[in-house]
């Protein structure tokens, strides 16, 4: 006769048995099995070592948690796999209440001690974390939902009044551009003139029909008041100074660089000695946001005492936290603040949750927080999807104080048309950019990547739009294109190759030059391997090149290193100041030698020798994960003719708006149109923790 003990153990050992069974056919990783049977020698009984297995595996698909009600379908689909029928085996090993009874199932999990204040799992809002997670999510709508007085003074009304002034040159141009144009419709596109305005557009279309030179439509100021426009960038800088938390998100090219600038200028006419961090996840995006912002500082009219105190140079969130060698911890958290008053995290949706949990712990609580990106972008490659979690009130619109405190700042009052009775949160900290300053949302590219993110969209109505619209052209991924893609190669990389020189200390700057006709052509790929993978089209585009002659006498396939060869850096090189995701051109110097020529974040062009780069790979394709933050003259997107789980709607939205002015589809628009359908969704419960708070 088995003792209690030894039941319990023989117990224990099924469901090890099992979750081995998974591991072996590769459906849970073996740090999943082995934190079950950890949690076994704890005591776990079944259900919970199935949990725990479980939890961790779905961690490791990016999710935050493990929904209570996806444990059966999980261990039916995994059952299934092995030919076993799921129904006998949760009866079996007596875990048969997750298919219909999440009630009692919650209950059990909430009774164990391996759950709980102290274990290694918790369980909260209907849904099992591992421990430090559910911390992490905590820490976040904690600091995000941080109760901090602001102060406005008149003159800062006066001051955003005078950055956000309408500006004429985009209407003047499109309207000599095709006098016959719809006046009131090119004033609603570039003055933001709302549906119902109350303007006499006669008297409009008699300004225009005097108007000599662009200064001649300033008299519209009187014609055109605020109160019958909905500038979203000037609502975002209002919302930054009367919010210490604010999140802006907007899709590419919606203007968030420049409104970032007026209202970082606006803060710092405010109050001057304001000490200013700005980051992003990775070196390549901080110094893209780098660059923006010194452009948009030479491009914008600022008063000249603040333009010389805003902060130009950005760093990574690693850098700014102070990596530790061979740690996961830094050097600042919440013991060690971080020595700032407003700290700018750009790319925010490139975060993933710990990263973002450690950055806000050591964020002071009297400091203000601004994250900037588009929601609507592929989430982190790590767990979570904070900025799509936190974003997901964005449209729920302001609360009536709120919407009267905007208004009264902005002189927008359609704002109070859109107020919501409900009482102060989450979504009075955050601005959704809704006008794309990159291409015409009626242009094919803008009208593309609406239809995919409203997600009704076919695979004729894709091939319609590609005929329809000048910069959008579509070749299926089959044989037959061959050729058209061999031509798109060379015609994309061909100018870059036709000007390569001798770099020496002299001309410099051609490298630079050429790293900017580089970058003016890209292939996005959804994946790294297989037919359609980077590794793939990489190979083919040097096969290409070289059989054009643009790569001839230069390069031969036993050579790494090539005259003309770009790489992308795919590690952080602290040392070096170069960083993940950091583009690079392999030239020759004055003595005949190799070296890697990199653009720095200040714009100055260094070189290394190739052997001392950190990892490395060719980038004349990149997956469009990497691409994230990045814009293209002409842009491929190159799809397999498959199904993948990593073609989704955000994949496809990110890869289309990578485009500035030209997009190329080589792909298959019946399974384009499919994977549009297809979201990707992260567990998660920072969308709750956030919710649950009341009023702000």
């Known amino acids: ?39 076994a020698q704890l005591g776990a009984d079944n259900l919970m070592q199935l949990t725990a297995a479980l939890t961790s595996q779905q961690l490791g698909e990016g999710h935050i948690c493990l929904p209570i009600d996806k444990i059966g379908n999980l261990f039916h689909q995994y059952c299934r796999q092995l030919s076993l029928d799921s129904q006998v085996e949760s009866e079996r090993l007596q875990v048969s209440c997750i298919f219909h009874d999440m009630q009692q199932t919650h209950a059990l999990l909430n009774e164990s001690l391996c759950c709980g204040e102290g274990a290694p799992l918790r369980l909260e809002y209907g849904a099992l974390f591992m421990a430090r997670y559910a911390e992490f999510e905590q820490l976040i709508a904690d600091k995000l939902l941080l109760p ?29 551009a095709d006098t016959k144009q719809s006046i009131q419709r090119l004033c609603e596109k570039f003055l933001d003139v709302i549906a119902d305005a109350n303007v006499d557009w006669n008297a409009v279309e008699s300004v225009f029909k005097q108007a000599k030179k662009v200064d001649d439509l300033s008299t519209l100021n009187h014609l055109i008041s605020n109160q019958d426009r909905c500038d979203w960038q000037k609502i975002s800088a209002a919302l930054a100074l009367t919010s210490a938390r604010c999140v802006i998100s907007g899709g590419p090219g919606t203007g968030k660089t420049t409104t970032v600038v007026k209202l970082l200028a606006l803060l710092l006419h405010a109050q001057p000695d304001l000490t200013i961090k700005m980051v992003a996840p990775t070196g390549k995006a901080a110094a893209r946001l780098t660059e923006s912002i010194t452009n948009a500082l030479v491009e914008l009219n600022l008063n000249s005492a603040v333009a010389e105190i805003i902060p130009t140079e950005a760093s990574t969130i690693h850098r700014l936290l102070g990596v530790r060698n061979n740690s996961a911890h830094f050097r600042h958290n919440e013991n060690n603040p971080l020595l700032l008053d407003l700290l700018l995290v750009d790319e925010a949706s490139m975060v993933d949750l710990p990263l973002m949990a450690k950055l806000l712990s050591a964020l002071p609580d009297h400091a203000r927080l ?18 799509g979690d936190i974003c997901s009130f964005i449209e729920a619109g302001y609360s009536q104080d709120k919407s009267q405190q905007l208004a009264e700042l902005t002189g927008f009052t ?9 009482p102060a949160s989450m979504s009075d900290h955050l601005c959704l950019l809704r006008k794309s300053y990159r291409f015409d949302q009626f242009s094919g590219i803008g009208y593309l990547a609406t239809a995919v993110n409203k997600g009704g969209i076919t695979g004729e109505s894709l091939f319609a739009l590609c005929q329809q619209y000048e910069d959008l052209n579509y070749y299926p991924n089959e044989p037959q294109s061959d050729a058209i893609f061999e031509q798109l190669v060379v ?16 001309n410099r700057e051609l490298a630079k030059h050429l790293l900017v006709q580089f970058n003016e052509f890209k292939i996005l790929c959804a994946t790294r391997e297989q037919e359609w ?14 059989q054009a002659g643009l790569l001839a006498r230069r390069f031969d396939h036993t050579q790494t290193w090539y005259v003309g060869r770009p790489v992308m850096v795919t590690e952080n090189s602290y040392h070096l100041n170069l960083f993940n995701g950091d ?50 003259k002409h842009t491929i997107l190159a799809l397999p003719d498959y199904a993948l789980p990593v073609m989704n709607r955000e994949l496809i939205y990110t890869g289309i708006t990578r485009a500035k002015k030209q997009l190329t589809l080589i792909a298959n628009l019946s399974l384009v149109a499919s ?17 649950d708070y009341g009023t702000l």
Not at 5 to 34: A, C, F, G, T
Not at 156 to 175: G, H, I, K, N, V
Not at 370 to 386: C, H, P, R, T
Not at 414 to 422: D, G, I, R, V
């Open 533 to 546: 993978g980077v590794d793939n089209i990489n190979r083919r585009c040097e096969k290409i090149l070289q």
């Open 583 to 632: 583009i690079g051109l392999c030239l020759e110097d004055e003595s005949g030698q190799l070296r890697v020529f990199f653009v720095m974040p200040d714009g100055t062009v260094a070189d290394f020798q190739p052997s001392r780069l950190p990892t490395h790979q060719t980038v004349f394709a990149m997956t469009v994960h990497k691409s994230q933050g990045s814009e293209f």
């Open 370 to 387: 601004i994250l900037l990106g588009d929601k609507d972008q592929l989430a982190s490659v790590e767990a979570g999807a904070v900025l």
């Open 148 to 176: 901090l007085a602001t102060e406005i003074s008149q003159d800062s009304q006066s001051y955003l009044e005078e950055l956000f002034t309408p500006s004429y040159d985009y209407l003047w141009d499109a309207w000599q």
């Open 491 to 506: 015609n994309g990389y061909g100018p870059y190759l036709s000007a390569l020189t001798v770099i020496n200390a002299e």
């Open 675 to 691: 994977s549009v359908r297809n979201r990707a969704s992260r567990n998660s419960r920072l969308s709750e923790r956030l919710m």
């Open 414 to 422: 359609c704002l109070l048309n859109q107020a919501k009775s409900a």
């Open 1 to 39: 006769m088995l003792t209690a003990e030894s039941s319990i153990i023989k117990v224990n050992i099924e469901m090890l048995n099992l979750l081995k069974q998974w591991q072996r056919n590769q459906q849970i990783r073996p740090i999943d099995y082995h934190f079950a049977k950890f949690m």
